[in-house]
């Protein structure tokens, strides 16, 4: 066991009685409220929180509200050190795959934590770093906890599974996924908070003691165990026995570089102070009646059917729209494409996949679906000893082999083996390296049966992939020939395998599972996201931007003549060429209640929000007439194959309790009747949605836990003020955090 870490220990100050207080003592007291068990996030980067804390800072600060009320009275103490910290809040952005920006961390928030969403947003709202912004802070950090990273990553690892097609981000493997990288209370709250906190706790412990009330150092060791057992619990699932419980006590303790009794002594000091606030206003008297009244309001609850646009069809930005408008260009009907009332609908019917093709050949495939088997050549060069090269090189018969790879070999005499030898000894070390690499590469082929024994060892992979004509993704490295490859898979019989290989390093075995799918479109999620649409939509603009600037040539001359490079205007360019499409967009929202103020029609990115509204009411009005709703939507997230399932809506069913109805902005949904269905609505993170109410409920509430939550509160008000008489008698008699001797220590103590 580590011997524990010495602090110089000095006297500091006093506490309101007089008492002289170390810099140990507050030092190691402020160490251990640092962290507990809500920071478990800390194993994945190595460390380890203080799991003897039961989350002191957490319990008996921030969620009575004591936070606010040091605040009230310190802040200027502290706001330095708040300030910097904001800096790092306002320039943080949470989690968002790089691949598909609806897995995100807000979106994850928007679903299983919207408190932690509201609070979020509402502190990135502000401006400064004041009390009612740390209050936010204070706030935030205890909404993080009921979602930490660790929960937050498994999540979103999960849902990046469900879609195959989606490059997987290493990020959710070992990424920091902490809100603003935050780990520890002092990161979230800063270390001279930490300190008057811990001031508070010692002065709090003083004036127990002095009103008589006791905490023996055996009760809070055996304290101390509880909370090492309740937080081991909940890590691991499983109870300890009394020796395992033992050892993981003096091992956390060694973790904290403490001995022993100073562990029990700090711990004494918080029961004390815990004791002395939470024996004051227990007393209390709670009109039940009155209650029971209010109890039944807010207990009614909502069943109902939110309807939302799949992940693949959100549009983050006007440049999505454009890609969206490309691709519907490309894939529909030509008598679709010529009817001006079609220009916001999504197609049912699509044109020939052999038609596309002609113009659009990245954007159709054929399903493959095969098993493989990878070989590199480079593994078996490890077969080739190095003398077998050697030997190899100087041969007559590989010389000229080698001359013609190697142009510089030709000019030095080499006719007998000792100066062939002499030329490769003479080489500099990066030329004589590339030429062993090829002498050995090529002794393998000389060796097909290497090659088949390693195939044989060779791990087995599934694989269903999509072959288009041009472009797109593959399971082979290489400059692929896709009619060649196309050739092989489709002439190969169900259970056969052939070998392949596109640059003679990268080698497969392929076996057919299936019959080939026929020509197929590529759904627009798929070739949104791997980048196709980005590349025809580069190419359309600079098609049609020398047309666009003949008609409005004012908006893209420069000043020193010629027109602006097409990057700078891409946006303008493509409003111009889609501009029916745009206003059909600002009159069919309109329909939907939505007012275009002229700062709207200007923010490009808008209309992408807008673009499905129409779609969204049609899906609407289909189902509020009994449209069989598996026509028109699936149930969760997943990904559904075929380009005519691609626009069907998802469904989520939530009962909501007046409360989470308001945090969600949707109060209105206790004042419809059942079987309602709401017009098109747009929201902050989720976008487009609109709900189906199914039933409304009547809950019995439970008035005695309401009760006793209620005196829980006027007891906590009671307590606040008890709170609020200790920090002015701590204001007067001076705060030890202000002495130089308290500067000193926590130069030595961090």
């Known amino acids: 066991m580590q011997s524990p870490t010495k602090i110089a220990d000095y006297p500091i100050g006093k506490t309101i009685d007089g008492k002289s207080v170390t810099s140990q003592q507050l030092q190691l007291l402020i160490r251990f409220l640092n962290t507990s068990p809500d920071e478990r996030q800390l194993f994945e980067k190595g460390g380890a929180p203080n799991l003897l804390n039961d989350g002191v800072v957490q319990k008996d600060f921030l969620e009575t509200g004591f936070a606010t009320l ?89 849902q990046q599974e469900q879609f195959s097609w989606l490059t997987k981000d290493p990020i959710l493997e070992r990424g920091d996924l902490s809100l603003f990288g935050f780990n520890t209370m002092e990161d979230w709250l800063g270390r001279r908070f930490l300190t008057l906190v811990a001031e508070t706790v010692l002065n709090g412990a003083t004036v127990a003691i002095k009103e008589g009330y006791r905490v023996s150092l055996s009760e809070a060791r055996a304290s101390l165990k509880e909370n090492l057992r309740k937080a081991l619990v909940k890590i691991i699932d499983k109870e300890l026995t009394s020796k395992e419980l033992e050892e993981f006590y003096y091992r956390q303790v060694n973790e904290l570089f403490w001995n022993e009794e100073q562990v029990v002594e700090t711990w004494r000091k918080v029961l004390l ?20 009244k209010a109890a039944q309001y807010a207990a009614e609850a909502v069943n109902i059917d939110v309807f939302r646009l799949s992940p693949e069809l959100e549009l983050g930005n006007f440049r999505d729209l454009l890609k969206l408008q490309l691709y519907l260009g490309a894939v529909s009907p030509v008598q679709a494409k010529k009817s001006k009332h079609l220009l916001l609908s999504l197609p049912v019917l699509f044109a020939s996949p052999n038609e596309i093709g002609k113009e659009y050949p990245e954007l159709v495939e054929s399903k493959f679906d095969v098993e493989l088997q990878e070989v590199s050549l480079s593994a078996l060069t490890e077969r080739v ?246 026509e028109l939507v699936r149930i969760g997230i997943s990904s559904q194959e075929g380009s005519s399932n691609q626009w069907k809506l998802i469904k989520e069913q939530k009962t909501l309790k007046r409360k989470e109805a308001a945090l969600q902005h949707l109060e209105k949904l206790f004042d419809e009747k059942e079987n309602m269905w709401s017009q098109t609505q747009a929201d902050e993170t989720k976008g487009l949605f609109f709900y189906h109410i199914r039933q409304k409920l009547q809950q019995v509430p439970d008035i005695d836990a309401m009760v006793a939550k209620r005196r829980e509160l006027l007891s906590l008000d009671a307590q606040r003020v008890l709170f609020v008489e200790l920090l002015e008698k701590m204001s007067s008699k001076g705060l030890m955090m202000n002495s130089q001797a308290f500067q000193k220590s926590l130069q030595e103590g961090a």
């Open 273 to 292: 102070f815990r004791k002395w606030i939470g024996d004051f206003g227990q007393h209390v008297v709670v009109d039940s009646e009155t209650l029971e």
């Open 385 to 630: 000893a190095l003398k077998e090269a050697y030997d190899w090189q100087r041969s007559l018969e590989h010389w000229d082999e080698l001359k013609n790879k190697f142009p510089n070999l030709s000019n030095q005499k080499s006719d007998s083996v000792e100066e062939r030898y002499e030329v490769l000894a003479q080489l500099p070390i990066e030329e004589r390296a590339e030429i062993d690499l090829f002498t050995k590469k090529r002794i393998v082929q000389d060796h097909p049966e290497w090659m088949e024994e390693a195939f044989i060892k060779a791990p087995k992979k599934r694989e269903l992939f999509g072959l288009r004509l041009r472009g797109g993704d593959l399971p082979f490295k290489g400059a692929i020939d896709r009619t060649e490859l196309k050739e092989s898979l489709e002439k190969t019989p169900i259970g056969s395998s052939f070998s392949y290989t596109a640059d003679g390093e990268h080698h497969y075995r392929i076996a057919l599972l299936a019959s080939p799918g026929a020509l197929e479109i590529v759904t627009f999620g798929i070739v949104r996201n791997d980048g196709t649409l980005d590349l025809l939509l580069d190419r359309h603009l600079s098609q049609i931007y020398p047309e666009v600037r003949k008609k409005h040539p004012a908006l893209f001359v420069q000043k020193e003549g010629g027109f602006k490079p097409l990057k700078e205007v891409q946006d303008l360019v493509g409003a111009e060429a889609f501009a029916e499409v745009l206003h059909c967009i600002e009159e069919e929202s309109k329909q939907c209640g939505i007012v275009w103020t002229d700062q709207m029609k200007h923010s490009l990115d808008l209309f992408a929000k807008y673009r499905f509204i129409t779609y969204m009411q049609q899906v609407r009005d289909a189902l509020s007439n009994d449209v069989a709703e598996e």
């Open 70 to 158: 040091l605040g009230e009275r310190f802040f200027e103490l502290f706001k330095n050190e708040q300030e910097k910290k904001f800096e790092r809040i306002k320039h943080f952005r949470p989690y968002e795959h790089p691949s598909a920006r609806f897995l995100s961390a807000k979106n994850l928030w928007s679903d299983f934590a919207p408190s932690l969403l509201s609070e979020y947003q509402s502190l990135l709202q502000k401006k400064e770093m004041d009390l009612q912004t740390f209050s936010l802070l204070c706030s935030l950090y205890l909404e993080q906890t009921k979602a930490p990273p660790d929960v937050l990553r498994q999540i979103l690892y999960k």
